[in-house]
T-cell receptor, first 112, second 113 residues
Framework: DQQVKQNSPSLSVQEGRISILNCDYTNSMFDYFLWYKKYPAEGPTFLISISSIKDKNEDGRFTVFLNKSAKHLSLHIVPSQPGDSAVYFCAASAYNNNDMRFGAGTRLTVKP | DTEVTQTPKHLVMGMTNKKSLKCEQHMGHRAMYWYKQKAKKPPELMFVYSYEKLSINESVPSRFSPECPNSSLLNLHLHALQPEDSALYLC????????????FGPGTRLLVL
């Protein structure tokens, strides 16, 4: 049962432009959402998170938007840099529940 | 400091071997996790320890045996594995305070021959 979905397996963006990665979820109990970045053969690196009481969280070039009614979140990276090229995983959890669910990931390629 | 360390980085073992994966964190986190990740797939949760007690076991075969000796250490004991168990094994930890940002280690790349 895929409770967290990333429907785009890959995304290619020109350096300096905006990258938008999307994520949908089905479980209405989820109230905490995270984005992780992963390079090959390494562990996921925490990037940014958002609680369900907010609809936007910003950290430097990274902004996460949450639309609870649509059960949708997105990660915006602007401006995109070649070093951002990696696989990005969306994840979600419910309060006091350690069982975090991951999406399938989106491979972002930022071209110079 | 958000570092989770894992040893070894790589492990090759036969199906009759017994080996252990180790994970350590010194962030004062009270929840620790084992995940398995196959190529081009998301991490899959295997076990969760919360305050040194096993709280989640996602129907993992008994050839995988977790152990949490103390709040900083997490082991995964491996015995009689199958070639399909070859994967990247990731350890993570979190504060166990409700909002669970998990911090991951670099993983152990396991190959079962």
């Amino acid at each position: 049962d895929q409770q967290v979905k990333q429907n785009s397996p890959s995304l290619s963006v020109q350096e300096g432009r905006i990258s938008i990665l999307n994520c949908d979820y089905t479980n209405s109990m989820f109230d905490y959402f995270l984005w992780y970045k992963k390079y090959p053969a390494e562990g996921p690196t925490f990037l940014i998170s958002i609680s369900s009481i907010k609809d936007k969280n910003e950290d430097g070039r990274f902004t996460v938007f949450l639309n609870k009614s649509a059960k949708h979140l997105s990660l915006h990276i602007v401006p995109s840099q070649p070093g951002d090229s990696a696989v990005y995983f969306c994840a979600a959890s419910a309060y006091n529940n350690n069982d975090m669910r991951f999406g399938a990931g989106t491979r972002l390629t930022v071209k110079p | 400091d958000t570092e989770v360390t894992q040893t070894p980085k790589h492990l090759v073992m036969g199906m009759t071997n017994k080996k252990s994966l180790k994970c350590e964190q010194h962030m004062g986190h009270r929840a620790m996790y084992w995940y398995k990740q196959k190529a081009k797939k998301p991490p899959e949760l295997m076990f969760v320890y919360s305050y040194e007690k096993l709280s989640i076991n996602e129907s993992v075969p008994s050839r995988f045996s977790p152990e949490c000796p103390n709040s900083s250490l997490l082991n995964l004991h491996l015995h009689a594995l199958q070639p399909e168990d070859s994967a990247l094994y990731l350890c993570a930890s979190s504060q166990a305070n409700g909002k669970e940002t998990q911090y991951f280690g670099p993983g152990t790349r396991l190959l079962v021959l």
